[in-house]
């Protein structure tokens, strides 16, 4: 990584640019590593070399920040970065809904999720199981509910992930109805 970093310094001394996609491969190589205030530090560098982050770099840090647990973090920088006029992607809510229901914000990540579509945005199959099997680790059977009926009626079917954790809820909630009619609904 330090080998990467020190080539990217001989490149801007030899009068290159660097590109955003350049940027955006270090980005990610130091939020893998878990690195964040490197990752961060390269980020604001791009502006010094006359670039402007893309929807990727910002989707590559919000991973990065909720990767670490920094949910609320990750939802502040996506915040700050609209309010720059950034346009965040159907990845970019994806990424920020699946962190913060792993780190237990499954009402964070409910309100963001009814944001999506106020910023002309539709979401897809993938956005709605994840925000699904949030609601069911997290015990929010009705809403579950609610947003599988939302997605087979947009035409989306649960994944294997999703039907999973139904399975595994029912297997340990003796026979609860909400769930058993959960489950009948994904499968169809």
Do not use: W
């Not at 990467?4 to 955003?20: C, V």
């Not at 959960?182 to 169809?188: M, V």
């Amino acid at each position: 990584m330090d080998g990467a970093l020190a080539m990217l310094n001989t490149i801007r001394s030899k009068k290159i640019m660097p590109t955003s996609y350049t940027y955006n491969i270090l980005v990610n190589a130091y939020c893998r590593e878990l690195k964040m205030d490197i990752a961060m530090d390269i980020y604001r560098n791009m502006a010094s070399d006359g670039l402007s982050p893309t929807v990727v770099t910002h989707n590559i840090l919000l991973h990065g920040l909720c990767q670490l647990g920094k949910s609320m973090e990750a939802l502040t920088f996506f915040y700050k970065i609209q309010g720059l006029g950034h346009e965040p992607n159907i990845v970019t809510y994806e990424t920020l809904l699946g962190g913060l229901c792993k780190n237990h914000y499954v009402d964070k990540a409910l309100s963001l999720f009814r944001t999506i579509e106020c910023n002309g945005l539709i979401p897809e199959s993938n956005t709605y199981n994840i925000i699904i099997r949030g609601c069911l680790r997290s015990k929010k059977y009705d809403e579950a509910c609610k947003l599988v009926e939302k997605m087979v009626d947009c035409g989306f079917s649960s994944d294997a992930a999703t039907t999973s954790v139904l399975r595994h809820l029912l297997l340990s909630k003796a026979q609860d109805p909400t769930l058993v009619a959960l489950y009948q609904k994904c499968l169809h």
